[in-house]
């Protein structure tokens, strides 16, 4: 599948997690509901995947903890606040840049219906 089904499946799966909750709660929720969404809805993911940073030639002990990877091809960032801030976007195009995915959904579910509550970034090559 390319990253434009991938991201028109992951999501229907955040609504039906958001349609099933509603707002208002924390991001670890969401994160453990939309694991099992995903697994119901058959959808190959790896949840809080750790990514080493080489900065200069040299691997760092810190790195990148993404929520979710899907089909090793879609990042998916959650937040559960009151609004996305640029910082949340750069978050997510950093994350694209530093994994080379192409895609990167960035999705607020502390919102009163989820449309307004997703961005779609793709890293501009």
Not at 72 to 77: A, F, K, R, S
Not at 100 to 121: D, T
Request: glycine share 6%; hydrophobic share 45%.
């Amino acid at each position: 599948m390319s990253e434009n089904e991938w991201s028109h499946r992951i999501i229907g799966a955040c609504i039906e997690v958001h349609r099933t909750l509603g707002p208002g709660l924390l991001e670890n929720v969401y994160q453990e509901c939309l694991a099992r969404e995903f697994s119901l809805q058959k959808i190959p993911f790896k949840k809080e995947v750790a990514k080493p940073i080489t900065y200069k030639g040299v691997l760092t002990e810190c790195g990148l903890r993404l929520d979710f990877l899907v089909d090793n091809q879609v990042i998916v960032e959650l937040k559960a606040v009151e609004s996305l801030l640029p910082v949340h976007k750069a978050q997510v195009l950093t994350y694209l840049k530093l994994t080379g995915c192409k895609l990167g959904l960035l999705i607020n579910f502390n919102v009163p219906i989820l449309k307004s509550g997703i961005e779609r970034l793709v890293l501009d090559l």
